[in-house]
């Protein structure tokens, strides 16, 4: 039987009912023994001077109220939802200057030093042509996470910190319920110096159980020619690039070069295609390993909480909606409420 937040799915009649006055309301507390890892897609609903948006108050100040409730909402559930780690998978802001920057790390405050946390550095986040992050490194510095022993440290360049160095790629290690985990956040389209540093990092921590979190993955296989490409050509790991240049790689690439040669790799995460939204795919490394590759660039609709329930060998994903405190069923470019609910089967119950 499949299970909905320790619930089975098999709700009918005056049950049904209630489950779904229940999820209307807030997500059911986490049961014993699961724990979960709330993924923070992209965060570019700036408003105010400077931006896109119409501001939200008259004098014109720059605000994001999505990232704050979602941070506020992370921290408020820390306990409830049993949240263990949370990842953001990049295009933390909408324009890369110290405005828009100031202001995330304002949101990201609410949680630092409550929880685990990486971050994922997006084409926004940087200047795509060279991939210069040194505004992301500003804020978001290794020094700032040297304290934290779940912090693994980051990818050490000697010269050309702007580029790929100080935190821009980044790992995280963890423990819940007995299980050890290895999270690596790399930035969009990583070099192969990158590559290097992940395929040896990965080695290294090999008895942990790993994810990776990295902003282009899935979307539109090939770059898009018109606007209408974005929503109807075929979907999958993308082949294209944004960052970098000609040292950038591709999702297809970065899975070649790296993702696919890890046994203990279960998962990748993804944001960055907002006309994909939700996409997700199921794959498999080379040493017979299922990957799930799952895909959430919500804009207003929600982030995502990921319970895992070691005793059912399954993780819960749900698209949950912060400001209107619903579960995210379905959306204007995805209908499919089964890419927003659903579950992925994953063996817990063994030994790492």
């Known amino acids: 039987?499949?299970?909905?937040?320790?619930?089975?799915?098999?709700?009918?009649?005056?049950?049904?009912?209630?489950?779904?006055?229940?999820?209307?309301?807030?997500?059911?507390?986490?049961?014993?023994?699961?724990?979960?890892?709330?993924?923070?897609?992209?965060?570019?609903?700036?408003?105010?001077?400077?931006?896109?948006g119409a501001a939200e108050n008259e004098d014109g100040k720059l605000t994001n109220t999505i990232?704050?409730?979602?941070?506020?909402?992370?921290?408020?559930?820390l306990e409830q939802q049993r949240i263990a780690f949370v990842s953001h998978?990049?295009?933390?802001?909408?324009?890369?200057?110290?405005?828009q920057w100031a202001l995330a790390r304002r949101c990201m405050d609410r949680l630092h030093g409550r929880v685990p946390y990486g971050i994922s550095v997006g084409n926004h986040d940087m200047m795509p042509a060279n991939g210069d992050s040194s505004l992301?490194?500003?804020?978001?510095?290794?020094?700032?996470?040297?304290?934290?022993?779940?912090?693994?440290?980051?990818?050490?360049?000697?010269?050309?910190?702007?580029?790929?160095?100080?935190?821009?790629?980044?790992?995280?290690?963890?423990?819940?319920?007995?299980?050890?985990?290895?999270?690596?956040?790399?930035?969009?389209?990583?070099?192969?110096?990158?590559?290097?540093?992940?395929?040896?990092?990965?080695?290294?921590?090999?008895?942990?159980?790993?994810?990776?979190?990295?902003?282009?993955g899935l979307g539109p296989r090939e770059k898009p020619k018109s606007?209408?490409?974005?929503?109807?050509?075929?979907?999958?790991?993308?082949?294209?690039?944004?960052?970098?240049?000609?040292?950038?790689?591709?999702?297809?690439?970065?899975?070649?070069?790296?993702?696919?040669?890890?046994?203990n790799l279960f998962m990748i995460c993804c944001g960055d295609q907002s006309r994909t939204q939700a996409m997700r795919q199921e794959s498999t490394g080379q040493h017979g390993n299922t990957v799930h590759e799952v895909l959430s660039d919500y804009g207003t609709h929600g982030l995502r909480v990921m319970r895992f329930i070691p005793m059912l060998n399954l993780i819960e994903v749900r698209t949950w909606d912060p400001m209107n405190g619903v579960l995210c069923e379905s959306t204007k470019f995805v209908s499919d409420r089964r890419q927003h609910q659903?579950?992925?089967?994953?063996?817990?119950?063994?030994a790492r």
């Open 227 to 263: 606007a209408a490409d974005f929503f109807d050509a075929p979907k999958g790991r993308m082949v294209w690039t944004k960052c970098h240049g000609k040292r950038g790689n591709s999702a297809q690439q970065m899975w070649d070069k790296c993702f696919k040669r890890h046994r």
């Open 1 to 52: 039987m499949a299970y909905l937040f320790g619930l089975p799915l098999a709700c009918s009649g005056l049950f049904a009912a209630a489950c779904n006055s229940l999820f209307a309301a807030e997500l059911p507390p986490a049961p014993a023994n699961s724990f979960s890892i709330v993924v923070i897609p992209d965060t570019q609903q700036y408003r105010g001077r400077g931006t896109k």
């Open 67 to 77: 990232f704050e409730n979602w941070t506020d909402w992370i921290g408020v559930n």
């Open 342 to 350: 659903f579950t992925l089967s994953y063996e817990m119950d063994t």
């Open 89 to 99: 998978v990049g295009d933390i802001v909408d324009k890369n200057n110290r405005e």
């Open 136 to 216: 992301f490194q500003e804020v978001f510095p290794k020094s700032r996470f040297e304290q934290f022993k779940w912090y693994g440290g980051c990818f050490g360049k000697t010269s050309g910190l702007a580029t790929s160095g100080n935190n821009a790629n980044s790992v995280q290690l963890f423990e819940a319920n007995g299980m050890k985990f290895v999270f690596l956040h790399l930035e969009c389209n990583a070099p192969d110096d990158v590559l290097n540093w992940a395929n040896a990092t990965l080695r290294f921590h090999s008895d942990r159980r790993a994810i990776i979190t990295t902003h282009m």
